[in-house]
Every structure is written in C-alpha cells, then in structure tokens.
C-alpha cells in the first residue's frame, strides 16, 4: 500500500510536559506557574480531561458529548460508500494513552485496514506515524522518521471497537515500544509535546484508493497540572520585533526556529493556508499553483518601511518539484525593508511580477505589496518571513506577532484558541490577525 505521506518540510518543537513516564511512574519537574491569560485553556483541559476519563471504548459515541469534536466542511467530496464516509472526529490524548473516535455517514465499515489515522507529534502538519485499523487485531503501523525511509510494523495491543462509531484507544506504552525513540519521547517523557493532532482517513484494499480525508483534529494534553502551553523562546531569545501578521485569514505556521529542521536562516518563518484536513490544495499532491489556498493572496506591510531591494520578475516553481532543491541559486520574488532601528524584514516567494515597488520607496503598513507565489526554493505556494540584523543581513532575528489569535484546529471557532497582544512564533499552530 503506499503511504499518503504528506510532502514537507517536517518539523519539531520541544516543549517542557507533565505526564506519566514508560514505566507508569509520574514525571518530575520544577514547579510551573501559568501564564497569565491562559487559565480559560487550563479550566477547559481540565474539563475536557475528567469527560475522556468517562469514556468507555465501545463503539458508541454517546460518551463524547463534552469532548470538541469537529465535521466534514460542506464542500467535502461526495464518497459514494457512506460507511468509509468520514464526517465527524474527536481526540482525547490523555496522560498515558491516546482516545481518537471517527464518525462515518452511515454505520462504519469493518472490512479490514478500511480506517487509517495521521498524527502528528512534532508541530507539524505531515504524519510522523499513521496506524491501519484491522479486523483481526494485528493493526499497521508506519513510521515516518525524517531522512529515513517509512517503516512499516505490526501493531498490537489497541483497545478497537466498530459498531455505531469506530473508537480507538492507543497506549503510549505501545507506541513507545515501536517507534524510534525521539518519536516516543514526544509522546511520554519529560520533554513531551502538549499538542496532538490526529488526521484521519478511509481505504479500499479493493481498488487501492484513498476514498475519504476527515477532519484534522488538534488538542492539547489533557494533564492533571497546568504546562507550558508554548515552547521557551529558541535558543533563549526573546522577539526583538512584533509585527502583524501580513496576510489575511487563517493561516498555518508550518516553519521556523523551534525544530530540528529550521531554516538554515533559523529565525524565519513560513506562512501558508490549509483545508480542514490539514492540507494546503485544494486537490491532493497538486502540481498547479492554482490549486493551493494560498496560492496569489494578497500581502500587506507589516510595518512602516523603507525599500532597500526587490526582485519580481522570477517564475514560479510547478509545487512538489524536487528539481530546486538540487540548485544552490534560485531566483525567488522578495520584498526587503529598512523597518527601522537596524532592523531589515523580508517577505519572500512573490508570485511573478506581482510586486509594484520602486528602490528607496516609502511603504506604510497595511500597503499590499504583492501576491504570494512559489518562486524560489519552495516546496508550494506560501510566505517566508524573516528579521535580519542590518546593515549586513546576514544574523537573522527573533520575531514576534501582534494582536493574533492563535488556535490549534482551523474550521470555525476553535476551543483552544488563545488571544495575544503579542505572540513568540512557533510552527504547528494556526494564526489570524485580531480584529481592532
């Protein structure tokens, strides 16, 4: 079968995490007191947290009424066969194990390995490890460790149950048995993510298609104690700048300086949209530009600025094309400003002679100053964003966001959105501009 392994930059983040270690004990860490601003986040972990220790893994759904769940958007594909026709999904990782319940359109299929889930532990929105659901207790396991090839294993020891709902428990224990083991120290060691996200999904063994994308489903971890719900500041900097956010709507903080596979500029960041299923076109490993959200968005000024340079007449990259990343140069479309106390932003990946900027010229925030493209070295349509240490440009900079909502799921108003003044980025979460 072959993966539907997501092409992309995959990326880490390491945060600090209160949980149970691999042999059942409880973790200890120095005493964390919360950030002010975030106790509506903590009240509702702790909520959500005693409604999963009520849930009973039995094919029902009736006890996940007080657990966030998310559906299919409207325009979801029509999937002929309802029972692989997935329209609603909820998590619930837990201190030791990991609850996933998947609705489908009528009652769920039982043929063997027809349900398959993402997840993702490392901030990113690619699988690092999907599972296949089987009928007869062995499930499948793939392993997608960065620079490797994917692995595939034999799973047991999932609590399943397929009647009404499919309803899944994943001990950790299990997972940490079989996964490599930076993979397995996200999942229950001192340093563990606080996100999962799970994407789940439907398969025909039959005519060996993908039949059905759910909902992408993100939640913080539902510890007994309050943890960082952000990772510290990279390399113990702090932002030196706050800018707004240069594009409008909801958008998916997919690099930058929390990982292991930063930028070689480290602090830089990367902006692109995403469907409800976690992926950034419309139609799955498209090589059209037009059919990727981001593809031709408007981006403003963050800042008042001067022009010190830009570049508009490169072309644009066909998306998912190793060829540029085999070159060493490529000419890529870049907005760079003088923004003041030594301090150069660039805004990078224009499409195609969208930018209509003069040397030495004056913008104010909020000015559109191009479309977003995929010139350069870029795997798809979206906007690299960096703050670089003038008159050099070589020593990129911390950089912060103003007035943003940041939120864990995309489709409506998410349960874990939090509101900031002003935001360190990290990858792995969703960003939109407050309103004034």
């Known amino acids: 079968m072959t993966t539907p392994?997501?092409?992309c930059l995959i990326l880490a983040f390491c945060f600090l995490l209160s949980g149970a270690d691999p042999a059942g004990g409880q973790l200890q860490r120095e005493p964390f007191v919360p950030r002010p601003g975030d106790e509506g986040i903590y009240k509702r972990i702790s909520q959500v947290r005693q409604a999963a220790d009520n849930v009973k893994v039995d094919g029902r759904a009736d006890d996940w009424q007080k657990i966030p769940e998310f559906t299919d958007?409207?325009?979801d594909a029509v999937v002929s066969d309802g029972s692989r026709d997935i329209v609603r999904a909820a998590i619930a990782p837990r201190e030791e194990d990991l609850l996933v319940v998947i609705e489908t359109a009528q009652r769920p299929s039982t043929e063997d390995l027809a349900f398959w889930f993402d997840v993702d532990l490392l901030g990113f929105q690619a699988a690092d490890f999907q599972i296949g659901l089987s009928a007869m207790g062995e499930h499948t396991l793939w392993v997608f460790e960065e620079g490797r090839p994917a692995v595939q294993k034999s799973l047991k020891g999932l609590e399943v149950s397929i009647r009404e709902v499919v309803e899944v428990r994943v001990p950790y224990k299990v997972l940490i048995a079989a996964l490599p083991a930076a993979m397995g120290a996200q999942l229950a060691a001192e340093r563990a993510r606080p996100v999962i996200r799970v994407s789940p999904f439907t398969w025909d063994k039959r005519s060996r298609r993908f039949l059905d994308y759910g909902p992408a489903v993100a939640c913080f971890r539902l510890a007994q104690a309050p943890f960082p719900l952000d990772p510290?500041?990279?390399r113990g900097l702090k932002a030196l700048r706050?800018?707004?956010?240069?594009?409008?709507?909801?958008?998916?903080?997919?690099?930058?300086?929390?990982?292991?596979?930063?930028h070689q500029d480290v602090f830089a960041y990367d902006f692109y949209m995403l469907d409800s299923t976690g992926h950034p076109s419309t139609v799955r490993e498209s090589r059209r530009n037009e059919d990727y959200l981001s593809w031709n968005q408007s981006v403003i000024a963050p800042l008042n600025g001067r022009v010190l340079r830009f570049k508009k007449d490169a072309a644009d990259n066909p998306p998912r094309s190793a060829d540029f990343?085999?070159?060493?140069?490529?000419?890529v479309n870049e907005v760079f400003l003088d923004v003041g106390d030594g301090m150069g932003l660039s805004l990078a990946h224009f499409r195609r002679q969208t930018v209509n900027l003069a040397q030495g010229q004056a913008v104010s925030a909020g000015r559109v100053v191009g479309n977003v493209g995929n010139s350069g070295k870029s795997a798809w349509p979206h906007l690299?964003?960096?703050?670089?240490?003038?008159?050099e440009a070589k020593v990129t900079l911390p950089l912060a966001l103003a007035n943003v909502r940041v939120s864990l799921n995309l489709p409506g108003e998410d349960p874990w959105g939090r509101d900031f003044t002003t935001w360190d980025i990290r990858e792995g979460y969703f960003v939109e501009r407050l309103r004034r």
């Open 5 to 7: 392994r997501i092409a």
């Open 73 to 75: 958007p409207p325009n």
């Open 232 to 234: 510290p500041p990279a």
């Open 242 to 262: 706050a800018i707004d956010l240069p594009v409008a709507g909801k958008w998916y903080v997919g690099q930058g300086a929390f990982g292991p596979s930063t």
């Open 325 to 331: 990343e085999k070159k060493t140069d490529v000419p």
């Open 384 to 391: 690299h964003v960096g703050l670089w240490r003038l008159p």
